[in-house]
């Protein structure tokens, strides 16, 4: 019912009867006007606020919201219930006016988990609830009570999710009729590939499809778990079957990943890739004959790799695809069949010589033999960076920075010292301020690389001066500085920085630098922004065209003093490839693999 006005009152005649029909129509026109000005009310038991005096009704409810993914939110109504996945969920609600802090705690309730399973903030008129992982089955509600809803009543704001086990899939590949499950990082040459993905519950197959079509897929068939078992309910999986009859050299099936099931669930990760084709294999190249010889097969995704002394053994790290985490582990594996020893611990891992490794981790030093078993350990400056190890493997020198700020310039003026450690007995000395490198703000920090001659007697290194850069030249034994060169441009432009193993000359950038006579310097015979990498005698120099090595690799002569008279020297062109060094025979090992590029380009889009 809506009352507009009160009842009217009779009785009463002449001069009071009309003062009193004046006073009652005046009356009249102000409940009239309040009416039109307000609207008219429904009665009810739960009275509104601004009437005869009472309490106010509180604040509304402006929006509220409910989050699994960083970014995104999902609007959700009073009185819905909401499903999500066991991670991490944010519960957000924005009043229309600001509150004190204490209306929170009388107006907010949770149930549902332990106060410990979640975190509040609180913000004038807005709350933010972040609850943390929680089992499949448990139901949280969220209730704000005693505030105007959406339809203009007062009452309870209540919100409840409940949490289900995310959706997961698992691939297989079909061979000789029999289905089996794929191995991360696997190479499967035949052709067509039948794949198979099942999934624990029922998803956007229109979204799956989309994934599968862009890398080519063929024959796509949907079959459910009552198909695949003969039984099952309505939360049962599915499965997708599909060939693709001419695969991209490598198929990631994580691109899978963010297809969502009909709860709106995204799909776990951690989906295999596997290449269809052959595996990288490692080759040995001798410069002098041009001839190439194909050595062991090797595993995906390797980003560095290094050959020992002897040829017998390639350090590699790569991305682990059969822990499904892509983290970056490092083997050892022998060259002549191709078997695997893992090496753990992260960090930097090197040659020592052809039977020990050195691991640099972020402070201290461990030497090991081939299976990763250490010998001996030490400590190591914190923030050390450059490492640099003498020819004979039994110092080890690094450079650590001192950041120091200067407000005229930007980007930062770092002055380094010059630790040496004994890798043996675990001593160390310590040249101060020996090298000053300028990281501009837009390159982040750089460094320069200490290079030691082939003697081991002197190190050398690229550093600012005052207008320019120059070559920091130190004798070990007296520890006198000298500056033998200076160079155009700033030391950091001058990466890779290194010696000649016959001593002639300084590689810094695409220079090449005469050690003697005045520091005369030409274009490198072979340029490139990979590291470089000398032959044991210093005749020839190999180098990627890329940072990360995997590149367009040359590998070119060197000759005499450098200028512009000198003749072209020899060079073979080895394609897109990995180096990995030199053995001491003077062969160049490197990687070749055709699906290279595909790396980090994975097939399915």
């Known amino acids: 019912m809506v009352r507009c006005v009160g009842e009217e009152r009779k009785g009463g005649r002449g001069t009071m009867g009309r003062r ?40 509304a409810v402006v929006s509220a919201s409910l989050s699994q993914t960083r970014g995104t939110s999902t609007p959700v109504a009073a009185g819905a219930e909401v499903v999500v996945g066991t991670r991490y969920v944010v519960f957000r609600a924005v009043l229309d006016t600001e509150v004190p802090p204490e209306w929170w705690d009388d107006h907010l309730t949770v149930t549902g988990v332990d106060r ?44 409840a999710f409940v949490r289900v086990e995310e959706p ?61 078992e003969g039984e099952g309910d309505e939360d049962g999986g599915v499965a997708v079957t599909f060939t693709i009859p001419s695969p991209p050299p490598a198929v990631d099936f994580d691109r899978l990943t963010g297809v969502r099931d009909t709860f709106g669930l995204p799909l776990e990760g951690g989906l ?11 080759y040995s190249f001798d410069p002098a004959s041009g001839d190439e010889r194909p050595l062991c097969a090797l595993m995906a995704d390797i980003s560095d790799a290094a050959i020992s002394p002897d040829g017998r053994h390639l350090l590699v790290t790569a991305f682990d695809r059969t822990s499904l985490e892509y983290a970056l582990l490092s083997w050892v594996v ?78 930062y003026l770092v002055s380094h010292d010059l630790v040496l450690t004994d890798l043996v007995s675990g001593t160390q000395k310590v040249i101060e301020d020996l090298v000053r490198i300028y990281s501009p703000p837009t390159e982040g920090y750089v460094f320069s690389i ?45 990466d890779h920085f290194s010696w000649s193993p016959d001593g002639r000359f300084w590689l810094s950038g695409d220079l090449l630098i005469e050690t003697a006579g005045g520091g005369a310097s030409a274009a490198a015979p072979v340029a490139g922004r990979g590291r470089p990498y000398w032959s044991p005698d210093g005749t020839w120099l190999a180098r990627s065209d890329d940072a990360m090595n995997w590149g367009q690799t040359r590998v070119a002569a060197v000759g005499g003093a450098p200028g512009p008279t000198a003749p072209a020297p020899p060079e073979h062109f080895l394609g897109t490839t990995l180096p990995c060094g030199w053995d001491a025979q003077g062969l160049f090992y490197f990687i070749r693999w055709e699906a290279a590029d595909y790396r980090y380009t994975p097939g399915l889009p």
């Open 20 to 59: 009193f029909f004046l006073t009652a129509a005046l009356l009249l026109a102000v409940v009239l006007a309040a009416a039109s000005a307000n609207g008219c009310r429904a009665e009810s038991g739960d009275e509104t606020s601004g009437v005869d005096g009472e309490e106010p009704a509180g604040p």
């Open 272 to 282: 295999p890739v596997v290449f269809a084709g052959e595996p990288p294999r490692l």
């Open 168 to 228: 997961s899939a698992a691939v297989e590949v079909r061979e000789d009729e029999t289905w089996r499950q794929v191995v991360p990082g696997e190479f499967l040459t035949r052709r067509p590939l039948e794949f198979r993905v099942s999934f624990t519950r029922e998803m956007d197959r229109e979204a799956v499809e989309a994934v599968l079509r862009a890398a080519g897929a063929k024959e796509i068939a949907w079959t459910s778990a009552e198909e695949e």
């Open 450 to 494: 200490p290079a030691w001659s082939p003697d081991g007697t002197r190190l050398a290194a690229v550093s600012d001066s005052e207008s320019e850069s120059v070559i920091v030249l130190v004798d070990l034994a007296t520890g006198s500085v000298t500056l033998p060169a200076t160079l155009a441009g700033p030391a950091a432009s001058h």
């Open 334 to 411: 022998e060259v002549e069949t191709g078997r695997l020893v893992p090496l753990s611990g992260w960090g930097w891992w090197g040659w020592v010589d052809a039977g020990h490794l050195l691991r640099l981790g972020e402070d201290h030093y461990e030497v090991t033999d081939l299976t990763g078993r250490v010998l001996h350990r030490g400590s190591l400056p914190t923030g050390w960076r450059a490492a640099s190890l003498s020819p004979d493997g039994r110092t080890l020198a690094v450079l650590v920075g001192d950041w120091t700020g200067y407000p005229d310039i930007p980007g």
């Open 116 to 159: 410990s399973a979640f975190s509040g903030s609180f913000d004038g008129g807005a709350v933010l609830l972040e609850f943390w992982e929680g089992p499949p089955g448990e139901r949280v509600t969220v209730t704000l009570d005693s505030v105007v809803l959406p339809g203009g009543e007062v009452g309870s704001y209540e919100v």
